[in-house]
T-cell receptor
Framework: KNEVEQSPQNLTAQEGEFITINCSYS?????LHWLQQHPGGGIVSLFM???GKKKHGRLIATINIQEKHSSLHITASHPRDSAVYIC?????????????FGKGTLLTVNP | DAMVIQNPRYQVTQFGKPVTLSCSQT?????MYWYQQKSSQAPKLLFH???????NEADTPDNFQSRRPNTSFCFLDIRSPGLGDAAMYLC??????????????FGPGTRLTVT
């Protein structure tokens, strides 16, 4: 079982819809990252969270440390949001330099 | 403003011909990472430098080496590329101090093709 589980694996939405992508993890963490990767492209860091909630434009990320769960929300989705969204956690203790990645959620937003 | 720069963006090399990928950063971060990402897979950490200290992952093949001549630059050397080494190679940086977790910043990646 992967230490970081994302759902759904694939998500198709119509422009303007509210999007939620979920991430659950089973290990102790010092931080959780949400990353965006366009097909064939590099990775862009969207958020790093260790508690609570962060907002940037139409993107909102929340984390519940007790439940080991995080969500990424996209409001008023747009076709340019189409990408793979990756949840990655940074371990605690001696291995806290490493990121453990989820398998990603492929989001397609249709006009 | 580019913060983590990777060159080249696309690299084609022949089977067995050594190749070097380059990463530079303008963030003055003390930690630099190299990841390998194959198609439809999550990135896999190959190694990282914490300041000048090199940290190799246990399952990174000996074929992969790295150099960090100064804070700003880090190189990935593949001594004898095989067809299985074709992948996207991602460089990332972070500013780490003991007890503090900082965000990783990724470069745009170098896509390596082995013919």
């Amino acid at each position: 079982k992967n230490e970081v589980e994302q759902s759904p694996q694939n998500l198709t939405a119509q422009e303007g819809e509210f999007i939620t992508i979920n991430c659950s993890y089973s290990v102790g963490i010092s931080a959780l990252h949400w990353l965006q990767q366009h097909p064939g492209g590099g990775i862009v860091s969207l958020f790093m969270l260790s508690s609570g909630k962060k907002k940037h434009g139409r993107l909102i990320a929340t984390i519940n440390i007790q439940e080991k769960h995080s969500s990424l929300h996209i409001t008023a989705s747009h076709p340019r949001d189409s990408a793979v969204y990756i949840c990655a956690v940074r371990g605690s203790g001696g291995s806290n330099y490493k990121l453990t990645f989820g398998k990603g959620t492929l989001l397609t937003v249709n006009p | 403003d580019a913060m983590v720069i990777q060159n080249p963006r696309y690299q084609v090399t022949q089977f067995g011909k050594p190749v070097t990928l380059s990463c530079s950063q303008t963030l003055n971060h003390n930690v630099m990472y190299w990841y390998q990402q194959k198609s439809s897979q999550a990135p896999k950490l190959l190694f990282h430098y914490y300041d000048k200290d090199f940290n190799n992952e246990a399952d990174t093949p000996d074929n992969f080496q790295s150099r960090r001549p100064n804070t700003s630059f880090c190189f990935l050397d593949i001594r004898s590329p095989g067809l299985g080494d074709a992948a996207m190679y991602l460089c990332a940086t972070s500013r780490d101090r003991a007890g503090f977790t900082y965000e990783q910043y990724f470069g745009p990646g170098t896509r390596l093709t082995v013919t």
